[in-house]
């Protein structure tokens, strides 16, 4: 009531200039003279801080001091919680030894936090510090979001000389982030606040609430002091505690800053709020995510880790799923696609093995096709561009028909799991994958792990399997699929090589859903028990007609036999490419993966 009775008597006086009331910064004053807190949660989630700490190494002090607070949360009881301490502290050491720091001083708080009351008391203890250091500028923020440029992080921040601000950290998975409440698109200011977040409107905005991970504090505003260095608020707000609500209350702008690209956060789900695990999955997938934001068909290298620390390797064997072997077909010369996945595996702890793919530019000729008997399928045309197959869609069916031809030789009775190499991970993938997996007693030939539904409305999305699976129509894309060894022989028995046609029409002729009778009629045993995740827990990195789409098999030489008889009136295939908003403003095309 009292900071209300004092903001009403300041308004009155400022003839309706909104926020004058917070004054203009004394240009004179110099920054060397300015002190700077950057304050940080840890949770015992020792995995986040060799990505994490890193990030710090890289700050850089644009005042005169700089000081580093840690809090460590112990709130969840768990085996990591002498790991994350033991971590921190090791780091904390050698920072203090190295000449890189750019800290005054470096200081660990232990924290246990068991009720919001506490919340608000942790929050007290901070302003408390900023008055006795008499600190300028607060960053708070917690230890898993992930910064791209922390070099330039803190003299961004000040130099948009907001009262109270959020840099815009976007999450990876959707429009899921707590930087916005996005996941309700009935609420008020949904359309401002997503070209906001998606950097159609660059700038800083004033928004109504809705920070979470990150504050900057300038307080050289004069009500920033006078409403967060009070004990008053917190004994006013008790178990209502939160900062955004606070600078909302006492008429405090708050701003969100999207110019330059800070960095991410890990995607919201209500699920995390209730298990570890998903956190851990979410933080993950945000670490694979950030490699596939590069310009022009390029990827970005992994974030980095900590080196002044042991960082303990993971006491988990690298995972298969049960399988006998994770294959990823790869084209020798796309050493981008094999590094960018083999740093998204270590993340992921998984365990595949490279396949060098056939390449349909440099490899396939007559004789090779002569050596391999190879003939097209009768009347095969493609439905999209009227043309027999390409030596890319060739070197395609070569790739995949050679694992399974090793899945064979090699006895694999746990089957396998195949994988291109513009395969995107889905957070909850490895999850996912195992529960099905796991489950001895579901017989199966094929499971899709992605694909593209050519033909929704024959899809059975009402009988589900297992939870995640349905029996899929009409598919297309290769982009990752698991076989079993009884389905590889399937595949192989059928010789596919002497009436040939792309790989991802012959998979749904084997399971008896291809439309077209005539091409499935040279097909004896179309008995391939397959399922299909729903939705799918893999996709392409890039859908045909976005931006940095690329294909390695649809430029290539058109494949006609000398001898072929002229094709008879093509059978009309029905595609409804329905998937993805680009797909249905782009002329239709046939996407080569």
Known sequence: MITQLIFLLLITSIHGKRYHIFGENDSSSSIKNERLLVDIDI????????????????????????????????????????????LLTEWV???????????????????????????????????????????????MFDSMIILLEPEKLLS???????????????????????????????????????????????????????????????????QVRLIFLHDKI??????????????????????????????????????????????????????????????????????TRTSLISIPSSSKEKTKFGLDEIY??????????????????????ISARFFDAIDGKHTIDQAYLERLNVRLLPEYEDPYNLRPMNYGELGCFFSHYFIWED???????????????????????KYKLEKILSNRSLDWDLIF??????????????????????????????????????GARMLIDEKPLQKILPVDEYLPIMYDHHPNENWKSHFVNRKLKAYAFHPSILTPTHYFGEPNYISDTENTTIHRETNRVAAAKLLSVDVIANQKQTEENTPMSKDEL
């Open 449 to 486: 792990l992605g694909r593209k539904i050519m033909r929704p409305d024959e899809e059975n999305y009402e009988n589900t399997i297992e939870t995640f699976l349905i029996e899929p129509s009409y598919s297309h894309w290769t982009v990752g699929y698991a076989l079993s060894l009884r």
């Open 156 to 222: 961004t921040l000040i130099s948009k000389d907001k009262p109270l601000m959020t840099p815009l950290l976007r999450a990876t998975k959707d429009m899921y982030t707590s930087t916005f409440y996005l996941n309700d698109q009935q609420m008020t200011g949904f359309d401002y606040y997503k070209q906001i977040y998606d950097r159609k409107k660059l700038g800083c905005f004033l928004i109504d609430g809705g920070i979470k991970d990150f504050y900057f504090f300038n307080f050289k505003y004069p």
């Open 43 to 86: 949770y015992n989630r020792p995995y986040v801080l060799p990505y994490f700490l890193h990030q710090l190494e890289r700050l850089t002090c644009p005042c005169n001091q700089c000081y580093l607070d840690f809090h460590i949360y112990h709130v969840f009881h768990t085996t990591t919680e002498n790991e994350t301490t033991q």
């Open 93 to 139: 050491s050698a920072m203090k030894k190295s000449e890189q720091s750019a800290f005054t001083t470096i200081t660990i708080h232990e924290w246990t936090a068991k009720s919001t009351t506490d919340q608000t008391n942790r929050l007290r203890d901070v302003m408390k510090r900023i008055s006795e250091l008499d600190i300028t500028y607060l960053a």
């Open 407 to 429: 899945i064979v030789k090699n006895e694999y009775s746990n089957g396998v799991l195949i994988l291109e190499d513009d395969v995107r991970f889905d957070p909850y993938f």
């Open 234 to 303: 917190f004994e006013d707000t008790q178990q209502q505690y939160a900062i955004d609500v606070v600078a909302r209350q006492n008429f405090i702008p708050t701003y969100v800053c999207n110019r330059e690209i800070f960095g991410y956060i890990p995607a919201q789900f209500l699920e995390a709020l209730y298990d570890e695990s998903v956190i851990h999955d979410l933080y993950m997938h945000m670490l694979t995510e950030h490699q596939l934001n590069g310009p022009s068909q390029t990827y970005l290298p992994p974030i």
């Open 328 to 349: 990823v077909i790869n084209l020798v010369r796309r050493t981008d696609r094999r590094e960018r996945l083999q740093a998204t595996f270590d993340i992921l702890n």
